[in-house]
């Protein structure tokens, strides 16, 4: 059998439905040619730019995995785990600003995906699930490992297709990758019949897209930004609330050129945090729960809050009736269905976050005889006071039982590796102290879990950074609780190559869920010990060894710098750390769940601060 031929891939781009109307096989584009559906598959994907798949073959996708064999553009990367393939997918997309896609079978395997599917929606992450389906005479006839992943799958995708005619394949990826990047980003489900795959087509290139009812909006309204620049204008107290939008619209550096001109502070969302510099002296960090105290002073004492790409998810407002008391509202989001959701709005502005900063600024910047902001500076000063008065402090001391400050375990990371990385996170204690602690300069270098909160996100998305990513150093910071959920991932990073690194912030426990026992159900710790520190089980070292990894075990406050440095040196295989830490460590600061952002706690005590606005009338 001789080798295959290489092929041309695509070039990535997605016709826009207007652009695949007026194209043909005779003016542009490849065609015809005939094959199977699954060929199709295969050919879409290349034509797509969809260099790399994260999946696992079974009975009703394996006609798909029989052409895959011979492409020579396609990286397939085999997954130990359904739900690994779908976070792989968001982590390459979330790094890379692609498409991220996966492939599974039916039944079992579908469902696996469900998590990583709510996931990628959740975060606006661009995900493609490519998913096998019997036979189409056998649905609805309880087939082997059939199950209906189509209408399980509706509220927790942006759309989802179920293919049963194999000419249709080429336009319904085309419209699958379109809709999952374009507008507000997410997941698209597509599952294909068994039939449909075995069944003779003709495959042509590109197809003809046809979504009537789908217009995203990107260019706000020219009204809603003169309003908005007016409001601007006359406010005293003004802050920005960036979101995860900025990153999807690679707006970063607009971003940079609004604050610039308009010397307004900013603060972050979860989501947002590698959107804007952590060392601009205008970033007052994150908002909401475990937020700085100046940011969530920012928006609590505020008169005018310009939210650009972000949702005011709950955990940033607190209970929704004391948020912000004082402030006027300028939301602009590229989903129109999230301006109003949950708090009132003054100027709604849908849009793309480039677009609506370009224009911002430009008709700022128009009429030189208007201000563009009004004097700040006491507001700043006083922002600047509460970050200097209230920085994010920990104990660095080892606990009573000799172990280690997990706080300073990440910091000390953080100052190590530095700004270039890629860092990801799992869930709990450890994402909110990397947050807090790691110094994000550049955009798509943090990703997390955000509005789904996904206890085992970390390894399997850094494995999908590191693939769409491969000379950048990437390090996923987990607990022991995420990481118990889906190491066997750390097996498809040895065997593919992918040198992840592994700081496993060990801490004996569910972290988080022991913070909340501690704090508010008198220390009854119920269910929450995982007891990983005295019994060894599992013996991280040895299970990541037995996975293919180098690993190390750090417990003492010396060994922690020289490791990090022992691991950035080996790049031939994943490296997993287990940092051995105090389980009694807490985040601070804290907003309890359901109250008011002015009722933040800061290491026990109460700090409220709307009462503090009122002693500060005169002088703010």
Known sequence: MSAPQARQPG??????????????????????????????VIRSLEELGADTVFGLPGGAILPVYDPLYDSTFINHVLVRHEQGAGHAAEGYARSTGRVGVCMVTSGPAATNLVTALADAQMDSVPMVAITGQVGESCIGTDAFQEADISGIAIPVTKHNFLVKDASTIPQVLAEAFYIAQTGRPGAVLVDITKSAMNQETTFSWPPAIDLPGYHPVTKPHGKQIREAARLIAKAHKPVFLIGGGIINANASQDLLDLVALTDIPVTCTLMG?????????????????????????????????????????????????????????????????????????????VGDAHEVITALINTMKSDPSENIVGDIRAWVDYLDELR?????????????????????????????????????????????????????????????????????????????????????????????????????????????????????????????????????????????????????????????????????????????????????????????????????????????????NSEIMMLKGIYPLVDEDQARRDTI
């Open 273 to 349: 945090m590698d959107a804007f510099p952590q060392s601009h002296p205008l970033n007052y960090g994150m908002a909401g729960m475990h937020g700085t105290i100046p940011a969530v002073a920012a928006l609590q004492k505020s008169d005018l809050i310009i939210a650009l790409g972000t949702r005011f998810d709950d955990r940033v407002t607190g209970n929704l009736e004391y948020f912000a008391p004082h402030a006027q509202v300028i939301h602009a989001d590229i989903d129109p269905a999230e301006i109003g959701k949950n708090v009132t709005v003054d100027i709604p502005i």
């Open 388 to 596: 200097e008065r209230y920085t994010i402090k920990y104990d660095k001391a080892l606990d009573e039982e000799g172990h280690l400050s997990p706080q300073y375990v990440i910091e000390t990371l953080s100052n190590i590796v530095g700004s270039d990385a890629i860092y990801v996170s799992g869930v709990g204690q450890h994402q909110m102290w990397s947050s807090q602690l790691i110094d994000f300069e550049e955009p798509r270098t943090w990703l997390n879990s955000g509005g789904l909160g996904t206890m085992g996100y970390a390894i399997p998305a850094a494995m999908g950074a590191q693939a769409g990513n491969p000379d950048k150093e990437v390090w996923a910071i987990d607990g022991d609780g995420c990481f118990q959920m889906t190491n066997q991932e750390l097996a498809t990073c040895a065997l593919n190559n992918f040198p992840i690194k592994v700081a496993l912030i060990n801490n004996d426990s569910l972290g988080m869920v022991r913070q909340w026992q501690t704090l508010f159900y008198d220390e009854r710790y119920s269910q929450t010990t995982l007891e990983t520190h005295t019994r060894r089980i599992p013996d991280f070292v040895m299970l990541a060894e037995a996975l293919g990894c180098a690993a190390f075990r750090v417990e003492t406050e010396e060994d922690i710098v020289p490791t990090i440095e022992k691991a950035r040196k080996i790049n031939d295989r994943p490296v997993v750390i287990e940092f051995v830490v105090a389980k009694d460590a807490q985040v601070w600061p804290m907003v309890p769940a359901g109250t008011s």
């Open 11 to 40: 070039r990535g781009t997605i016709p826009t439905p207007a652009e695949a109307a007026h194209a043909t096989s005779s003016n542009r584009g490849i065609g015809p040619e005939k094959c199977t559906g699954a060929k199709s």
